[in-house]
C-alpha cells in the first residue's frame, strides 16, 4: 500500500510533509507522537530552542506537551500556515489520565497529491516577541492572508 504523506524539503521552511494521494477533509492524516511532558518541565528545556524558529513541542492538553524531539513521526514536519489544508483533533482518553491523551491531525479541505499538509501553529513563546523574535519565527506560507508571523497575539 502506497503511503498516504510523504516527509521531503518544502519551500516554506526546512523539511514538510506531502500529500501522495487524494486526501478528503475529515480524513485522518497523522498522529502527533513524542515523549509526554508536563508544560512546566517543557517550557523550562525548550528556552534554549526558542533561537531556532523551530519547535517539535506540542500542546497535548492544559497539562502535559508531547515533545517529538527524537520521535520518527511524520506529523513533527507539518509547517505552519495562515490556509491550512489540516488541524489538530485531541483524543481524549477513556480515564482521567490526561497523559494518555493523543494528537491526531485531521484534513479539513481537499488535498491533491504533491500539496503540502499544513496547520495553524498560533505560538506563543514564554518571552517577549520582540523584534528578533518576529523575524525568528517569520511565517512564509505564501497565503493571501499570511499574517507574516507563526506567533499568536498574546
Ligand atoms: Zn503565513
Given at each position: 500500500m502506497q503511503k498516504r504523506i510523504l516527509v521531503r524539503n518544502s519551500p516554506i521552511h526546512g523539511k514538510g510533509v506531502f500529500a501522495q494521494v487524494d486526501i478528503s477533509p475529515g480524513q485522518r492524516v497523522a498522529q502527533y507522537r513524542g515523549v509526554v511532558k508536563s508544560s512546566e518541565d517543557a517550557e523550562a528545556d525548550d528556552l534554549h530552542g526558542i533561537d531556532s524558529g523551530h519547535t517539535f513541542l506540542f500542546?497535548?492538553?492544559?497539562?502535559?506537551?508531547?515533545?517529538?524531539?527524537?520521535?520518527?513521526c511524520a506529523a513533527k514536519w507539518f509547517n505552519h500556515s495562515c490556509q491550512p489544508n489540516c488541524e489538530s483533533v485531541l483524543y481524549e482518553h477513556?480515564?482521567?489520565?490526561?497523559?494518555?491523551?493523543?494528537?491526531?491531525?485531521?484534513?479539513?479541505?481537499?488535498?491533491?497529491?504533491?500539496?503540502?499538509?499544513?496547520?495553524?501553529?498560533?505560538?506563543?513563546?514564554?518571552?517577549?516577541?520582540?523584534?528578533?523574535?518576529?523575524?525568528?519565527?517569520?511565517?512564509?506560507?505564501?497565503?493571501?492572508?499570511?499574517?507574516?508571523?507563526?506567533?499568536?497575539?498574546?
Open positions: 500542546s497535548l492538553n492544559d497539562q502535559f506537551l508531547l515533545d517529538a524531539t527524537r520521535s520518527r477513556d480515564s482521567d489520565d490526561r497523559s494518555l491523551d493523543r494528537i491526531m491531525f485531521h484534513a479539513i479541505r481537499p488535498i491533491a497529491p504533491g500539496d503540502e499538509l499544513t496547520l495553524s501553529y498560533g505560538i506563543c513563546l514564554p518571552v517577549r516577541h520582540t523584534k528578533r523574535m518576529q523575524a525568528l519565527w517569520a511565517c512564509r506560507c505564501g497565503a493571501d492572508t499570511c499574517s507574516g508571523t507563526m506567533l499568536a497575539p498574546r
